[in-house]
């Protein structure tokens, strides 16, 4: 699975839009981007995932560039229980794969 | 729906001792994975179960650790002896049959060796 390269701290004041980077330009044409978070130490979370066309759900977008080497979480509306470390993590697809993480950003939302 | 849920939460054990966590994944879940975090680094996979089979368990550090999956439903991983390195957060997860689904994480346990 391809490596990922992300910001290891970033703030983001309460409501305002949180954009978290992510870097994987030698993602292979195949492989998906990943997107989990960790609050405190409670277990991985997952947020959401896409190949290569954008992605929305309930709690996220994921804007992936169109050359694929880097994406975009954007949480629209972040809230102190947003703090947490994102791990942007890519993973082969068709497959049930593990899922390899690396060091993550770590979001503070602040009040 | 229940999540998946690890037992315990807590465990404080000496070294040269044996202890058993374990891992009850989302009901019809045939995939469920152990990961583990020691102090200061970061999450590491441990293995992968099919139903019942061991898929890949290419991140086991080393014999001390046995992992099993009864039927294809809960899981337990078993270390014996504990050494001191083993503390950490150990954490289950599981996903559905199938291609990119999301996985689902439990709390994790915390385990204490010392």
């Known amino acids: 699975d391809a490596k990922t390269t992300q910001p290891p701290s970033m703030d983001c004041a309460e409501g305002r839009a949180a954009n978290l980077p992510c870097n994987h330009s030698t993602i292979s044409g195949n492989e998906y981007v990943y997107w989990y978070r960790q609050i405190h130490s409670q277990g991985p979370q997952y947020i959401i995932h896409?190949?290569?066309n954008n992605e929305t759900n309930e709690m996220a977008s994921l804007i992936i560039t169109e050359d694929r080497k880097s994406s975009t979480l954007i949480l629209p509306h972040a809230t102190l229980r947003d703090t947490a470390v994102y791990y942007c993590i890519v993973r082969g697809a068709g497959s049930a794969r593990q899922l390899t993480f690396g060091s993550g950003t770590q979001l503070t939302v602040l009040p | 729906e229940a999540g998946v849920t690890q037992f315990p939460s807590h465990s404080v054990i000496e070294k040269g001792q044996t202890v058993t966590l374990r891992c009850d994944p989302i009901s019809g879940h045939d995939n469920l994975y152990w990961y583990r975090r020691v102090m200061g680094k970061e999450i590491k996979f441990l293995l992968h179960f099919v139903k019942e089979s061991k898929q890949d368990e290419s991140g086991m550090p080393n014999n001390r650790f046995l992992a099993e999956r009864t039927g294809g439903t809960y899981s337990t991983l078993k270390v014996q002896p504990a050494e001191l390195e083993d503390s950490g957060v150990y954490f289950c997860?599981?996903?559905?049959?199938?291609?990119?689904?999301?996985?689902?994480f439990g709390q994790g346990t915390r385990l204490t060796v010392v």
């Open positions: 896409g190949l290569k």
């Open positions: 997860a599981s996903s559905q049959r199938g291609m990119n689904t999301e996985a689902f």
